[in-house]
Antibody, heavy 114, light 110 residues
Framework: ELQLVESGGGLIQPGGSLRLSCAAS????????MSWVRQAPGKGLEWVSV???????YYADSVKGRFTISRDNSKNTLYLQMNSLRAEDTAVYYC????????WGQGTTVTVSS | QSVLTQPPSASGTPGQRVTISCSGS????????VNWYQQLPGTAPKLLIY???QRPSGVPDRFSGSKSGTSASLAISGLQSEDEADYYC???????????FGGGTKLTVL
């Protein structure tokens, strides 16, 4: 079964840092495009970042310079390092597989608040 | 404001056919295929239609997709109460090197 499981969310103060993890099973992370997508409370889906099979990375303008996407092939896990967090980063963060976004995790909630 | 434009809401009665539109530009829908996602309340999005008009295994043929130029549509025929959900269109954007989404359409089954 293809599965993604996110973890690492929580309550963090503005300016703080958090690292999200996305553990994959049933397929190989490094063989796929892997994305992070977020959804603010009551809002729509917003693409955050993608890592290509070859390792190239791209970011939405709203997080560029603050967030870093990476993967650990030995652990078959995707990461999102989030620095300088702002209130507007509050959202459920999902990881998703491939350019089709055909497999999604259940999401992990990040709340940025003092 | 989302890159792709969808109506915020749509509705229909059981058995009816409803369509949801999605408008983009040459850098996304105009040059890449469109995918549609269904998000039931409190759950993660689920891929509903990919490559403009293909259904993943397990998706009923009541759901269909089409595309023309820089616009796409999702059609749901034989509407059922369990179709009540949020629907999102998405397409890869060549200028962003990532996917862009519509703002979502909340479908209500009356």
């Amino acid at each position: 079964e293809l599965q993604l499981v996110e973890s690492g969310g929580g309550l963090i103060q503005p300016g703080g840092s958090l690292r999200l993890s996305c553990a994959a099973s049933g397929f190989t992370v490094s063989s796929n495009y892997m994305s992070w997508v977020r959804q603010a409370p009551g809002k729509g889906l917003e693409w955050v970042s993608v890592i290509y099979r070859g390792g190239s990375t791209y970011y939405a303008d709203s997080v560029k310079g603050r967030f870093t996407i990476s993967r650990d092939n030995s652990k078959n896990t995707l990461y999102l390092q989030m620095n300088s967090l702002r209130a507007e980063d509050t959202a459920v963060y999902y990881c998703a597989r491939s350019a089709l976004l055909d497999v999604w995790g259940q999401g992990t909630t990040v709340t940025v608040s003092s | 404001q989302s890159v792709l434009t969808q109506p915020p809401s749509a509705s229909g009665t059981p058995g009816q056919r409803v369509t949801i539109s999605c408008s983009g530009s040459s850098s996304n829908i105009g040059s890449n295929t469109v995918n549609w996602y269904q998000q039931l309340p409190g759950t993660a999005p689920k891929l509903l239609i990919y490559s403009d008009n293909q259904r993943p295994s397990g998706v009923p043929d009541r759901f269909s997709g089409s595309k023309s130029g820089t616009s796409a549509s999702l059609a749901i025929s034989g509407l059922q109460s369990e179709d009540e959900a949020d629907y999102y269109c998405a397409a890869w954007d060549d200028s962003l090197n990532g996917p862009v989404f519509g703002g979502g359409t909340k479908l209500t089954v009356l």
